[in-house]
């Protein structure tokens, strides 16, 4: 029976680990994607403490060999539920598909999921010119025209980094004020191959005769009047959705959104059981925050 069963290997699930082998713990981190969370996809953290910059592919990489290397345990598993009661003899459980985790603390960081707009060929035109991740495919589109959906810091974030290698970057947002910071949104006024596109939604997707993106219709919310804008690039930045699915009928509180509720202790209702990191109700989710996330509750056991 170990220590604690951790669900997810991002940035609180891997902190957490460190943190408990350090303390001579036995734990095992269960992740049913690559390690890392999403932070994994950023082409660069520049606000992380003593970091003045790294990739999110070396920072994920350093702390997953800080974690095996201090001795901790990370496996390849997609759990599907979770029982947080302690059993007659003295356990909770972690279930994936074929194995039962025996543990007296379960620790869950399952992070958050992108957004979709909800669109009819959304799904079908992923890879073909729809996208989440501008960092990681952006170069696809160099010298091309693209959209960016969503007002928030991703969105802005996205639209810079674009700007500087494709010809025309529109930035489509649904209100008339962004939801990021000033500071990046005057930046971008500046800059000549981006434009703002307010107070509008996309509406329809448009492909060739290859099933590739070659246009987005946007609908203005104040008029009503539809334009379409020529893209071949349309990149979602909507914000998230907490992975929690896994814990319906669990017992576990969750808030309306979907986010596990707990406070700075990290705990949930339920005695032996943490949220960490995204999937937790919080006012700010960064990497600093699931790192702080991850150090608390291991050192809650
Ligand atoms: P976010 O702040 O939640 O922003 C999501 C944006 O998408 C909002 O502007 C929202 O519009 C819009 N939106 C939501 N659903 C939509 C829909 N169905 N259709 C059209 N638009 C929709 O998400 P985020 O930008 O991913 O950021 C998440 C967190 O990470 C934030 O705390 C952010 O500050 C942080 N972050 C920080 C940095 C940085 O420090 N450099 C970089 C990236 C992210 P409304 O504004 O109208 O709600």
């Known amino acids: 029976m170990y220590d604690a069963v951790i669900i997810g290997a991002g940035t609180a699930g891997m902190t957490a680990a460190i943190y408990l082998a350090r303390r001579g713990k036995s734990a095992v981190v269960l992740e049913n ?22 990739s999110g592919f070396d920072f994920s990489t350093k702390l997953y060999e800080q974690v095996t290397e201090l001795g901790g345990s990370i496996e390849f ?36 999921s992108n957004r979709k707009l909800g669109l009819k060929n959304e799904d079908n035109l992923i890879g073909r010119g729809v ?87 946007v609908e203005d919310k104040n ?12 990149f979602v930045a909507v914000g998230q959705i907490p992975n929690t699915a896994f814990l319906k009928d669990s017992g576990i509180e969750l808030d309306k959104y979907g986010y596990i509720k707990a406070g700075e202790d990290c705990r949930t209702n339920i005695k032996g059981v943490f949220a960490i990191g995204d999937c937790r109700t919080k006012a700010l989710r960064q990497l600093t925050t699931a790192a702080a996330d991850g150090s608390v509750a291991a050192s809650s056991l």
């Open 223 to 234: 008029s009503g009047v539809i334009t379409e804008l020529s893209v071949n690039g349309l």
């Open 131 to 217: 996208s989440y991740c501008a960092t990681c495919d952006g170069s696809f589109f160099r010298g091309m025209a693209v959209a960016v959906v969503g007002g928030g810091n991703t969105a802005l974030d996205d639209a810079k980094f674009l700007s500087e290698i494709c010809s025309e970057v529109f930035v489509i947002h649904r209100r008339d004020t962004f939801r990021g910071d000033a500071g990046t949104v005057r930046e971008l006024n500046d800059i000549e191959n981006v434009k703002f596109v307010m107070n509008s939604v996309p509406v329809k997707l448009t492909a060739d005769e290859n099933s590739k993106l070659i246009g987005v219709l």
């Open 77 to 112: 598993a997609n759990v599907t539920g979770i029982k947080p009661e302690l059993s007659f003899d003295g356990y909770k459980s972690v279930l994936t598909a074929d194995k039962e985790y025996k543990c007296k603390n379960i620790i869950i960081a399952s992070g958050a």
């Open 33 to 54: 994607n690559s390690y890392g969370g999403q932070i994994v996809n950023s082409r660069e953290i520049e606000n992380y403490p003593g970091l003045k910059s790294v």
